[in-house]
């Protein structure tokens, strides 16, 4: 009888330590050979991309990427999580990758109701020393919600802008300039503007357009008498830019390095603004009134229009500048040959805000009614961001892949708040925002 119970004893013990140390595995023990594959994938966006990430590096890691999206052992008030130890390198990894993948900016192991799970986070960094505010909520994603797709015959669309009456008058690659009624696209006028891509456009306070070509012209245009009413002569390269200033006159920026200021009255040049080593990007007018120019000398350059003197010039560690733009805030939106794109203060330099969750460099910007930014990149992901924060609002048209023929050109925003999207498919794409009209 002693040899039966203490048999049973052992068996109980045995079942005892069985059972301890399957609990003591850590569910993502799949990744413990992983370590250098997930920290070379940490500024992954989407569970999908950082999946791949992580199995292209490593293919032995393919159950690992999978266990870091579908683990979660602690429940806490109604709410799953994913244990995680706060000492632990590569569980802090983890848990970044996790929330980066859920579209989230940061990620850390903390403690909540005294154990340390993974938990995602998004921040304010308008100072060095910004507190990080927590939050359960997740993104809102929702995929594939255009509800009009239009194709243009003829070519795709550079740049676009907002007519008084709100029909968009749009650049062609072809040369054309093109006035499209924004509710169906319908071409109701059609110019061949210039031998070569139009590039930038902009209405003058007359209501006269101004435009930008690959000829190395800039043409004022009587769109309503179908007649040019001007051209100025006087860049050596291209005209990637040209901008209507609030005193009436015209800038321009272009690939001779060069930025001019010319009255749009008579068509005679101002200023030459001398400082870029490389091609002016674009232009943006601040709320004082100075002119802001972006360029791929990796420079942005706030200049005094009515003196055409320079006042600043940052050199905020930037790679090459591709877009410029204005917030509400007046902060000055910076995107980059670079998939993250910033907001910055324009006289300073200070980085406001990293905006985090591009898979690719974003192509352009529209600012929504409600001072929220929307933002389209090379692979068709567009996403609207609260500006003020960073925080991803929408996510939709996730791509499983790059798509050469579908890379986005020009964002606007419509008279009814709708979002016009034109792509290098010759397609225009309009999405209802949800928020109305300006």
Same mark, same amino acid.
């Given at each position: ?252 920026g272009s690939t001779d390095n060069t930025i ?23 232009? &943006? #007018?601040?709320? @004082? %009134? /100075? !002119? ?5 000398? $990796?420079?942005? *350059? +706030? =200049? ?53 969750g591009h898979p690719w460099m974003p192509r ?47 964002? &606007? #925003?419509?008279? @009814? %708040? /709708? !979002? ?5 498919? $010759?397609?225009? *794409? +309009? =999405? ?7």
């Open positions: 009888m002693k040899n039966k119970n203490h048999y049973l004893i052992l068996l109980c013990l045995a079942l005892f330590y069985i059972e301890t140390n399957a609990n003591s595995k850590h569910l993502l023990s799949t990744c413990d050979h992983c370590s250098e594959a997930i920290s070379n994938c940490l500024s992954c966006s989407g569970e999908k991309n950082c999946k791949k990430c992580i199995k292209s590096l490593y293919p032995k890691c393919n159950q690992c990427s999978r266990d870091i999206f579908s683990g979660n052992d602690l429940e806490i008030e109604g709410e799953k999580y994913l244990s995680c130890h706060q000492l632990d390198s590569l569980h802090e990894d983890i848990c970044k990758i996790r929330c980066r993948g859920e579209f989230f900016q940061f990620g850390q192991c903390a403690k909540l109701e005294e154990a340390s799970v993974c938990q995602c986070f998004e921040s304010t960094p308008t100072t060095t020393t910004q507190a990080i505010t927590t939050t359960t909520k997740k993104p809102f994603v929702q995929r594939d919600i255009t509800y009009r797709v239009f194709t243009q015959e003829t070519t795709y669309i550079n740049d676009f802008k907002v007519l008084a009456n709100g029909d968009l008058v749009a650049a062609g690659y072809s040369g054309y300039i093109k006035i499209l009624d924004s509710l169906n696209g319908t071409v109701t006028k059609s110019i061949y503007a210039h031998s070569g891509p139009v590039w930038s456009i902009d209405i003058l306070p007359n209501g006269y357009i101004v435009s930008g070509g690959d000829d190395k012209k800039i043409k004022i245009w009587d769109l309503n008498a179908n007649l040019m009413k001007i051209q100025l002569n006087g860049h050596s390269g291209l005209v990637r830019v040209v901008k209507s200033l609030p005193n009436g006159h015209i800038a321009s001019k200021i010319w009255n749009s009255t008579d068509g005679s040049l101002i200023y030459t603004l001398l400082g870029h080593s490389n091609h002016v990007q674009d232009l &943006v #007018v601040l709320n @004082s %009134g /100075d !002119l802001a120019s972006g360029s791929k000398d $990796k420079t942005i *350059k +706030i =200049w005094d229009i009515e003196t055409g003197l320079l006042k600043h010039e940052l050199n905020g560690n930037f790679k090459e500048i591709w877009r410029l733009g204005l917030l509400k805030n007046g902060n000055l939106l910076v995107l980059e040959m670079d998939k993250i794109f910033r907001s910055i203060d324009p006289y300073t330099g200070e980085i406001k805000i990293n905006y985090l352009d910007f529209a600012v929504l009614p409600s001072g929220d930014i929307a933002t389209g990149d090379s692979g068709k992901v567009m996403i609207f961001w609260d500006a003020d924060t960073g925080y991803i609002k929408k996510l939709f048209n996730n791509p499983s892949s790059y798509d050469s023929y579908d890379i986005l050109r020009s964002l &606007v #925003v419509t008279k @009814s %708040g /709708d !979002l016009v999207g034109a792509f290098e498919n $010759k397609k225009l *794409k +309009i =999405w209802n925002t949800g928020e109305g009209p300006f």
